[in-house]
């Protein structure tokens, strides 16, 4: 019993990081559910959607310190390829009359329908992202926003498979919110997990200093190579969490718009991080909730003799800016949220 | 014969204003190291410039000129207030920074002024043709072309008979040689916004013009136009974004009588691909300059 006891005591006051990310998230989503509102349970499921994509880019640009303008048309694949096969072939007939005969007849259970997305959205990444890997600084930035104006336009031109420009409708609402808490709180462990592993470890060395790193052997494409992939396919499984909760979307909702806001939060939340995505994801979206919201109030009370959009969007990148000038490594400084706080080491 | 004539005004005409925007992209990358992604903005700013201007009795032709002078200004204000802040950042939060005020200008005009089409009104030239020997050639095509070649002209006499434009090129070849020289930097840093805003403002006159309206995110293509050639010719080198405008200019023509439709629609994907292609196998861009990978 004593034994246990000397133990347990000093395990409990090992400062530890995960559950302190874990527990609030899995409690918000239960005092989201037991209160039962609908809209906030909608802004809920999203935010852990979000999170996932946060966290997705967190673990390749916060470890590798590599930009990546791609992940949202990673996103985009992994939505369109689950709903793909997710969709009963009489959506399919109705919604995608050109689709190829063999894909038409398929259809996977949902969790499969988002493994495959989510593998495809990986391929993409492992087949463009090879040669990619070699760049950084704005060389890496730019090929990274081709790769993301490349994707958009092979899905908005090949109607076969994603109805082109059109909206794209028939999937099932398969996301829960618990689905997407789920998948949300697995990514953080994930997210966390990997920056500790030795693959993370060589990623965040090359990130400090990539010709140090070179020099003790590291072979830095690789490493950011294999982080890219993981980090598409988590990524791809936000995009087909998306599209089993919306249900309907076109392209557009896989572009810039989509782009900034996840990168509005990975920055202010603190790319260097994991506490830093998940901060900065619920801090975005309490602010963007909390705009649209005095956005809406006004145009529904007709206070002002036109609508008002563009509101939410010019506070958020203001926001931006201003944690770029003042903090530039986000709100939690690159750090890990640690309690009991580690005692003079 | 004819139709090669034709073919070369046209490809001159819209590579001419390639290079322009390109040469605006490269002047702040080779000084700051800055992906300007709100390059394309300033762009927008001129064409809603065109807008509320142009709705006073004035003729084009001042409207157009106060237009230059507010992307000037625009571009002059968002170098002090935003870009000057993270001048010593990283390039990533500097280029973060541009995206955030890019997303900044576009709400800003859709919620001050309007999220849908805003028809400009344009002068007579921008719809008429004209006719010579058997050609037919638009009047705007023509004023492009010309423009355009003047102001690379002046420019380039600026860059290399004056002792700012010299030290603007010295900036962008060596930015720490040059302030160890005394050259200032907030002035040569505030030249370059000022002549970007300035070519910027130039085609804005002739991209709104040719679309006739302007929307919020009217400065996306521009942008990535830009982009592209400034990438192709070298992002780290004047003559290269230059000459990756007139490249970029005679492909886009080009491809437009070459690919049949169903190609023709996947040209951007065609044409970022080529992008990635330049970055990884000539970094240099095709003119080069002095790339070199950082040394240790």
Known sequence: MQVAARQFIPWLRRPTTLPWLVVPLVLLALAVDLSGGVVLQRIVTILFINLSLVLGLQMFMGNSGVVSFAHIGFMGIGAYASALFSMSPQAKAIALRDLYPALAQVQLPFILAVLVGAGIAALVAALVGFPLMRLSGAASVIATFAVLIIIHTVLVNWSQVTNGPRTLFGIEGYTTLWVSVAWGVAFVMLAYWFKGTPLGLKL??????????????????????????????????????????????????????????????????????????????????????????????INLAGWLPFTVSGFTEVCLSIALILILIFRPAGITGGQELRWPAREGR | MNQILQFLINALSLGGLYALMALGLALIYGILRLVNFAYGELVMVGGYSLLLLGAGAWPWIIVAALSVLMVIATSLLLERVAFRPVRHASPTTMLITSFAVSTLLQNAAI??????????????????????????????????????????????????????????????????????????????????????GGLAGVVSLFWIGRL???????????????????????????????????????????????????LLDYRQAFVFAIVILVLLFRPQGLIGGNYSAERV
């Not at chain 1, 920055?267 to 801090?283: C, D, N, P, Q, Y």
């Not at chain 2, 929307?215 to 992002?235: K, N, R, Y």
């Open chain 2, 111 to 196: 919620l001050f002024i309007s999220p849908r089409h805003k028809a400009v009104a344009t002068p007579a030239f921008f719809t008429e043709n004209m006719q010579i020997g058997e050609l037919l050639i638009s009047k705007s095509n023509l004023v492009s072309l010309v423009v355009s070649l003047a102001l690379l002209g002046l420019l380039t006499l600026f860059l290399r008979r004056t002792i700012l434009g010299n030290a603007l090129r010295a900036a962008a070849d060596d930015f720490v040689m040059t302030r160890l020289l005394g050259v200032r930097a907030n002035q040569v840093i505030a030249t370059a916004f000022a002549i970007s």
């Open chain 1, 204 to 297: 965040r060395a090359s990130r400090e200093n990539a010709q140090a790193a070179a020099s003790i052997g590291i072979n830095i494409v690789v490493v950011r190579w294999v982080a890219f992939i993981l980090s598409a396919f988590v990524a791809g499984v936000a995009g087909a969490l998306w599209a089993h909760f919306i249900t309907s979307f076109s392209p557009l909702a896989f572009y810039l718009t989509q782009t900034f806001l996840i990168i509005t939060m990975l920055i202010i939340g603190g790319t260097g991080s994991v506490t830093g995505a998940v901060a900065g994801t619920l801090l975005v979206t309490a602010l963007f909730e909390g705009l649209r919201s005095v956005e809406n109030t």
């Open chain 2, 212 to 262: 006739g309206s302007v929307v919020p995110f009217v400065g996306l293509t521009p942008v990535l136009i830009a982009f592209v050639a400034a990438v192709i010719g070298g992002l780290e080198s004047l003559t290269g974004a230059v000459v990756g405008g007139y490249l970029l200019g005679f492909l886009t023509v080009g491809l437009q009588l070459l690919l049949p439709q169903v």
